[in-house]
């Protein structure tokens, strides 16, 4: 039986853009199916002990620009570290992700979401407006007015809601966090143990 991966993901973090096209090329390689959850890491702070980043204290915020650097360098990602639209608004985006990937599929909500965080962490756009977030969907191969008033519909809001709520359930408190089965691996930095434990089948 194929393994399936379950990817937690927040559309602001730096963290799952740099595991981003990892993840999908993991997936591929070991015929895993993969499922994006793009869910509300403030309500799962809240519920897990986290802190979001603007409470964390200084030392922790300047060493994650350090590490950023590290990472960009070490990857090959060209991020900005501190991109002009950070944070941006992600409840838009997000629920047009889990729009795409309850009634087209798995693959364009990864597309899309993948697309988002690009963004703002390489392209210095702002996905949480209207007119930016319709172009990114039209990029990745969607109708980006019809994806965009799909995704305002309330029943989508309301299933990130169910979404976070089961994540938190199964132990998820940071982004990204890839769960295998019980398996939960929490961060791009941890894609060595996703590779082994998709080896192990």
């Not at 595991?19 to 090329?25: D, K, N, Q, Y």
């Not at 702070?45 to 950023?68: C, H, I, N, T, V």
């Not at 980006?144 to 989508?156: D, M, T, Y």
């Not at 709520?165 to 019980?182: D, M, T």
């Amino acid at each position: 039986m194929s393994l399936h991966i379950d990817y937690y993901a927040s559309l602001n973090s730096p963290w799952t853009h740099l595991g981003a096209a990892r993840i999908e090329a993991l997936a591929a390689q070991h015929g895993a199916s993969l499922r994006i959850w793009p869910v509300d890491f403030g309500t799962i702070f809240a519920g897990s002990g986290g802190l979001p980043l603007p409470k964390r204290s200084p030392q922790r915020q300047a060493y994650r620009l350090q590490e950023l650097a590290r990472w960009r360098e070490a990857l090959g990602i060209p991020i900005h570290i501190k991109p002009k639209f950070f944070p941006a608004k992600e409840l838009p985006a997000a629920c047009c992700v889990i729009a795409v990937r309850e009634t087209m599929g798995d693959a364009p909500a990864i597309r899309l979401a993948h697309r988002v965080l690009k963004a703002c962490w390489e392209d210095e756009l702002d996905p949480g407006d209207d007119a930016t977030l319709a172009r990114l969907i039209d990029e990745v191969g969607l109708d980006g007015q019809a994806v965009l008033a799909l995704g305002q519909e309330p029943r989508w809001a309301e299933r990130r809601a169910a979404d976070s709520e089961r994540a938190l359930e199964r132990g998820v408190f940071g982004a990204p966090s890839y769960v295998i089965g019980e398996d939960i691996f929490w961060g791009q930095d941890r894609l060595e143990f996703v590779a082994r434990r998709l080896a192990r089948g």
